[in-house]
């Protein structure tokens, strides 16, 4: 589409009730980011109250009309998806204006390729918006819905504003304060009052519900909490929902069992599953029944995949007629709305058991026949961008078309994990059953880890890369490639549900590289310098996590390079970052970044605390542009998720540099988030 233009979205595509709006862009330096956001608007062009208004602290409507699904990496930046249940939206909303901003001064002319596209329920996409004239602008509206009679169509607009998000969002009707001073004046009068939170409120209804405890980040604050946090959920009760939000407290009570080796009742048991059968069994039951009885997770869930907002069933061991011989799928998800019913065939595998295609090729036809809108599939594996986890073929002539969807019990838990810990759901028992589910699901017995092997190629590879006989163009490096890039996506997804923040793999690439090609480039130079590498982007931190798994020496480094302050002294930067790493290991190492090829001094934290100029460089013309800070470990060879295996070693990389490093580190200037007028 063109800027201006407008087309009727029934003329495109039959399965437009639900559609999922994704707007893009790519940076060169993979750090580049925006926010999406959305209003609702009436006949006069106006929100009906602030509550029309969806951004990252309103992500939600009640209604099911609207969800902000959050950020996936692409091949050159990052996409940030919503979805609309337009059978949904209320009759006195006319339009409704999707919209993008930048933060900290940031513009839209530093990213490339920003873009809006527009997919069908079944996951079709059914047009595309690219936006060239951004310029110097904080904020765009990338396009609109709206209604023409009982029709739904679709506007390309691409118009920019200067003043950022609170400037778009007046515009429209939104009640914004932006008096940041104000905002503190107001939060320091009611620091200490009690109950001045809804989650300080909730939290307290919640503390019965005593959570398992696991090795997570959940005693870790975030590094945005204490400052960004806290004063988003005391200033933005606007544009939250009124209901009140259970979240279960991160730290469990004392037990009262008598002694350690009394285990508690649990309300899905796991020490009777003896066989993959019986694994995929349970498991498909256990989630299932929680996405039925908790609709937050339920829909969660589902929305991404075309589903409206409704009354949701679910069913297993169900029988449908496929020939001579009934297939069973696993499960079916049925959800209802108007009259109407959106139907999911479920196909799940535990451990390592891979899907097969021609089972789910026959779900796909199933589907077809009986006229389901979708096959969601469910295993331990990681789809990529572009690389399928199986092929099947689609019968163009079929007039009725069924989407497949690919879900990891990763995602499952991660959503599990925001919800309860960090969102929050509408009442205790709704948060007990996503607690009991998260437990099932981390249990070693369910077969619901997670992605847990680095695949056949992964011993041949490193002896390939020992002996120096693996060469270039060898499949066998590609498939390494493509598992590590599974894992760093399974790393996020546990880091990001324990934080609570946005953790997406930062994609170095120049704008348009096909996700293929960039594995093969990526495998190539597997096969020169023995090393995977990968960066992971966590919102709130001051620089970009980097992970460096060099296959040679056996060694695991994980970094994260911080910029030098603006102001001040090099001796006073170099004294307050030893001071701020009084808790980090002794054996982290610190070097400092200067302009030019030459690198700066360097050298590990017990050496430097007792003499912290020793960071700075002898000439004193030399300028300190930042610090590299680093932690090195062993890594594991086994290609599975077993205590010495490589998965685990890398997850357990991160976790330790995190809590250890990241979390003492000064955060980024806060972006400012709209807030509600006293």
């Known amino acids: 589409m063109i800027k201006g233009s407008n087309v009727t979205l029934s003329a495109l595509s039959e399965n437009v009730g639900s559609v999922i709006v994704s707007l893009g862009w790519g940076s060169p330096t993979g750090e580049g980011d925006a926010d999406v956001s959305v ?38 930046g990052s996409e940030d998806r919503i979805s609309f249940d337009l059978t949904a939206v209320p009759a006195d909303v006319d339009r409704i204006v999707v919209a993008g901003s930048r933060y900290h001064g940031a513009h839209f002319g530093e990213l490339d390729d920003v873009r809006l596209s527009l997919a069908d329920g079944a996951g079709e ?31 390309a607009v691409g ?37 001045n939170t809804t989650e300080k409120a909730t939290t307290d209804q919640a503390t019965t519900d005593e959570p398992t405890p696991q090795r997570s980040l959940e005693r870790v ?31 469990a009570k004392p037990s ?45 869930l589902t929305a991404a995949f075309g589903a409206p907002a409704g009354r949701m069933e679910t069913f297993t061991e169900v029988s449908l007629p496929h020939g001579d011989t009934p297939r069973r799928p696993d499960g079916v998800i049925r959800v209802e709305r108007a009259g109407k019913l959106w139907t999911a065939l479920v196909e799940t595998k535990t451990n390592g058991n891979a899907l097969k295609a021609e089972q789910v090729q026959a779900y796909m036809d199933i589907a077809a026949r009986r006229g389901y809108e979708a096959v969601i599939t469910l295993s331990n594996d990681v789809a990529l961008e572009g690389s399928p986890l199986v092929d099947v073929k689609i019968d ?125 480039v990526l495998a190539d130079q597997l096969c020169v310098d023995g090393r995977l590498q990968a960066e992971l982007r966590i919102e709130g931190t001051p620089g970009v996590l980097g992970i460096v798994a060099d296959l040679r020496t056996g060694k695991l480094r994980v970094s994260m390079e911080i910029p030098a302050p603006q102001q001040g002294y090099p001796l006073s930067w170099a004294k307050r970052l030893i001071r701020t790493l009084t808790e980090a290991p002794a054996t982290l190492h610190i070097e400092t970044l200067v302009d030019g090829a030459k690198g700066g001094p360097r050298g590990t934290l017990e050496r430097l605390r007792p003499e912290p100029a020793d960071m700075l460089p002898k000439d004193d ?45 000064d955060p980024p200037k806060p972006r400012k988030a709209p807030a509600a007028k006293a």
Not at 50 to 62: E, G, I, L, M, S
Not at 168 to 185: K, R
């Open 621 to 665: 013309d030399t300028r300190i542009t930042g610090f590299r800070l680093s932690l090195v470990k062993s890594m594991g060879s086994g290609r599975g998720n077993a205590e010495t295996g490589f998965i685990r070693s890398v997850d357990e990389a991160v976790h330790r540099f995190y809590t250890t490093v990241v979390t003492h580190l």
């Open 396 to 520: 163009g002539r079929r007039k009725h078309k069924v989407a497949l969807w690919y879900l990891s019990w990763a995602e499952v838990a991660h959503q599990a994990q925001m919800l309860i810990r960090h969102e929050g759901v509408g009442n205790a028992a709704h948060a007990w059953l996503l607690q009991e589910l998260l437990h099932y699901l981390q249990h070693d017995n369910s077969g619901c880890q997670g992605f847990q092997n680095m695949g056949r190629a992964w011993v041949p590879v490193r002896n390939g890369i020992d002996d120096e006989t693996l060469c270039q163009g060898d499949a066998r490096a590609l498939e390494v490639v493509e598992s590590w890039e599974r894992l760093i996506r399974q790393v996020c997804l546990g880091l990001g549900g324990e934080l609570g923040q946005k953790v997406l793999p930062v994609q170095r690439v120049k704008r348009g590289t096909d996700p293929g090609a960039r594995r093969s």
């Open 39 to 76: 209003m609702l608007l009436d006949l006069n062009g106006k929100v009906r109250s602030d509550a029309d208004f969806y951004f990252y602290n309103n992500p939600v409507a009640t209604d099911g009309s609207v969800q902000l699904l959050g950020k996936t990496p692409t091949a050159d």
């Open 159 to 195: 118009q920019g504003y200067e003043a950022g998000l609170a400037g778009l969002a007046t515009d429209f009707g939104v009640d914004i304060e932006d008096d940041a001073e104000a905002a503190e004046a107001q939060d320091a009068a009611t620091d200490g009052e009690p109950g």
């Open 125 to 155: 996409e059914l047009l595309r918006f690219a936006i060239d004239d951004v310029g110097a602008i904080s904020a765009i509206i990338f396009g609109e819905l709206y209604r023409r009679g009982e029709e739904w169509k679709f506007r």
């Open 221 to 251: 604050p975030s590094p945005r909490q204490p400052e960004d946090d806290g004063e988003r959920r005391k200033r933005s009760t606007r544009p939250r929902t009124a209901k009140k939000k259970i979240i279960l407290p991160k730290s």
């Open 256 to 300: 009262l069992a008598e002694h350690e080796s009394w285990k508690q009742a649990r309300l899905f048991p796991v020490s009777a599953l003896k066989s993959d059968h019986e694994r995929e069994t349970r498991a498909t039951s256990v989630l299932l029944s929680v996405m039925a009885q908790v609709p937050e997770f339920g829909r969660r």
